[in-house]
Structures are given as C-alpha cells and as structure tokens.
C-alpha cells in the first residue's frame, strides 16, 4: 500500500507563493502524480499531473502559466510550485498516484491519495 503526504500548506496573501511537497512511503518511480484540489461545496478537480519520468506535465487551464509540477523520484517526492496565488485557489490540495501512470486529469485516473492540505489565499 502506497501512502501519501502532503506538506506546504498555509495561509498567504494574493500574488504569493507557496510550494507543496508530496512524500511517498516508497518508490514513486513508475506512478504518475497529480495534484488536485477541492473547495468547500465543490467537487474535486484537476490541478496537474506530471509522469512517471518528470518528461511530460499537463496543467488545468486557471493554474497554467502559475502553477509548476516537479518530482524528485530519488527522494520519492512531488512537488506543486504555486506562484501568483489567488483567492480562489483556496481549496484543500491533495496529491495522487496512478499505478498505470494514465496521468488523466479525472479522480479515478488515481488509486492512491493523500490526505490533503489546506491552502487559503487571503485578499
């Protein structure tokens, strides 16, 4: 069973930064990650993916250009750089790992999840 936890929440003010980190009970090496988040009353939506190799990355359209994916598969760890934060990014972030490394932007695309980490953009 592979376990996720997220780090790097917090409260920040618009046009902040902040970095989550994503750390693996073991090998992440051949998982796609993603990230995504949920706001109160909304369902959970895609935030980024990134495969197995780190070569290829896909953004949801209101973070790209804002937001970067990057793992470390030496320190079984993914990251989400959030640059330019805006009040609605306020959501609970989650990572995910999918174990056919589909790297899709749909919630079932992922069979393993952490459990979450808040972020609020004050403004």
């Known amino acids: 069973q592979l376990q996720l936890v997220e780090s790097g929440g917090g409260v920040v003010q618009t046009g902040g930064s902040l970095r989550l980190s994503c750390a693996a009970s073991?090998?992440?090496?051949?998982?796609?990650m993603g990230w995504f988040r949920q706001a109160p009353g909304k369902e959970r939506e895609f935030v980024a993916a990134?495969?197995?190799?780190?070569?290829?990355?896909d953004y949801a359209d209101p973070v790209k250009g804002r937001f970067t994916i990057s793992r470390d598969n030496a320190k079984n760890t993914d990251y989400l750089q959030m640059n330019s934060l805006k009040p609605e990014d306020t959501a609970v972030y989650y990572c995910?790992?999918?174990?056919?490394?589909?790297?899709?932007?749909?919630?079932?695309?992922?069979?393993?999840w952490g459990q979450g980490t808040q972020v609020t953009v004050s403004s």
């Open positions: 990134i495969s197995w190799s780190g070569s290829t990355t």
């Open positions: 995910a790992a999918s174990t056919i490394a589909t790297m899709g932007p749909s919630v079932s695309d992922y069979d393993y």
């Open positions: 073991r090998t992440l090496s051949t998982y796609a």
